[in-house]
């Protein structure tokens, strides 16, 4: 059941914990130079292949959609939550942030140089991730670039596994298995990063960001 009404139910647990949210991640980035650094890699390819729009997909309170407008993109933010969307607009009133859904975007074919899912994903279940990677694709330019950020699975042995998210049910991906639906979704992957647990991490599971490019 909880499967059957993942969008709604994430939507209404992520409209509960805002205000929290937005006060735990507001300066996330400011302890996170490997984050900073594959966010400004990001930044480059996309400038580098002519531009254009960012969509920041789970965008949340607005601290990484403000945070590629520092680097140069012409970033916007889409969130589920209503209530995150609110926040991000009260913090950055001169960026543009949507309600939506990261399965049906708003966005016409081929209209964005880049994509930005950051740990936005790990809450649609394995069976309907294709579609949305499908999505993705549908909104890229020609050449134009998707990051995508989640913590990783035990191993190749557990391509997906569900784990208590303190927000909303969520899914660790391997890797290569995430990369191999990438590339059957016509999006090559580019580079990744992977960072390890540290001792300090709640979770002791590792992070990994998937750069790709529309083929």
Not at 42 to 66: K, R
Not at 161 to 186: C, K
Not at 192 to 213: G, W
């Amino acid at each position: 059941m909880v499967e059957h009404n993942a969008p709604t139910a994430t939507r209404e647990a992520y409209d509960a914990a805002a205000s929290t949210y937005a006060q735990l991640f507001r300066d996330s980035l400011r302890d996170s130079p490997l984050d900073r650094a594959a966010l400004g890699v990001f930044a480059e390819a996309v400038s580098a292949h002519g531009g254009g729009q960012v969509a920041d997909l789970g965008c949340g309170p607005g601290h990484i959609t403000a945070y590629l407008n520092e680097l140069g993109l012409a970033a916007f933010g889409v969130d589920v939550s209503p209530a995150m969307i609110e926040l991000a607009r009260q913090a950055c009133p001169d960026l543009r942030f949507d309600v939506g859904s990261m399965a049906a975007l708003d966005i016409t074919d081929g209209e964005l140089g880049g994509v930005l899912s950051r740990w936005s994903i790990i809450h649609t279940p394995p069976q309907d991730v294709p579609a949305v990677l499908a999505e993705f694709h549908r909104v890229l330019a020609p050449g134009g670039h998707l990051l995508i950020g989640f913590s990783a699975s035990e191993g190749p042995s557990c391509p997906t596994q569900i784990f208590d998210h303190a927000v909303a049910p969520a899914y660790r991906w391997w890797p290569d298995h995430l990369a191999g639906l990438l590339r059957t979704a016509g999006l090559a992957e580019v580079a990744r990063m992977v960072r390890e647990p540290q001792p300090t991490d709640r979770r002791q599971f590792r992070e990994v960001h998937l750069l790709a490019r529309k083929v």
